[in-house]
């Protein structure tokens, strides 16, 4: 049994991760740039000013730190940021431009992460049985098929948002976003999940 391949796939809509994207959305930050806005959430006019170059950065820090916090663990302390109950935690010192423009946006952001959260844990109930997790089953046994061996132990985290634009992107080393629709729709997130099953297995 120990030398058989184990694969783990995580699938969630994470408020803290929805809430990171609340704010960009909120404050005007442009990366990563092919990550497409938030749906149901006030879109920036295209003459509003973006966010200063600092907090884009800090911004950025802190998402790679909220998609994958094992993965970026902060140099220094953290400290939450008061109005995001325990969802905010920046840098202690080097993120106080991303802190200042934040504070503003607290109750909005959060009630649209928990919204679209509750919804996404509605959709998974209402899906029967293991459904949920028979996507991912049957790309590993055709991509084991196609290469003609076991697929390699690996991890997978998807989040699935409820992005403007249908898709699949990299968000992180091991971490997929994925629009709502398309996850589901069965067949073509077989289609899409494949190639991500792929690189990693």
Excluded: C
Excluded at 146 to 161: D, I, P, T, W, Y
């Amino acid at each position: 049994m120990a030398d058989k391949p184990q694969w783990l796939i995580r699938e969630d809509a994470s408020v803290p991760v929805l809430l990171a994207l609340a704010l960009r959305q909120a404050i005007g930050i442009r990366v990563p740039e092919d990550l497409p806005t938030l749906r149901d959430l006030p879109v920036r006019a295209p003459d509003a000013v973006d966010a200063a170059p600092a907090i884009e950065e800090q911004w950025r820090v802190y998402w790679d730190m909220t998609v994958e916090p094992r993965a970026h663990p902060s140099d220094v302390p953290l400290e939450l940021i008061d109005g995001f109950d325990t969802l905010v935690a920046l840098p202690a010192s080097g993120a106080e431009e991303l802190a200042a423009a934040i504070a503003p946006q607290a109750s909005e952001a959060l009630r649209y992460a928990r919204t679209a959260h509750d919804r996404y844990v509605n959709s998974m109930k209402s899906n029967t049985g293991g459904d949920a997790y028979r996507a991912y089953a049957s790309a590993i046994a055709e991509f084991e098929r196609e290469v003609g061996r076991r697929a390699h132990s690996f991890e997978l985290n998807v989040q699935v948002l409820p992005f403007s634009q249908r898709g699949i992107w990299w968000i992180g080393a091991l971490t997929v976003a994925v629009t709502d629709g398309l996850r589901r729709d069965v067949v073509a997130f077989d289609a899409a999940i494949r190639p991500i099953i792929a690189e990693l297995a």
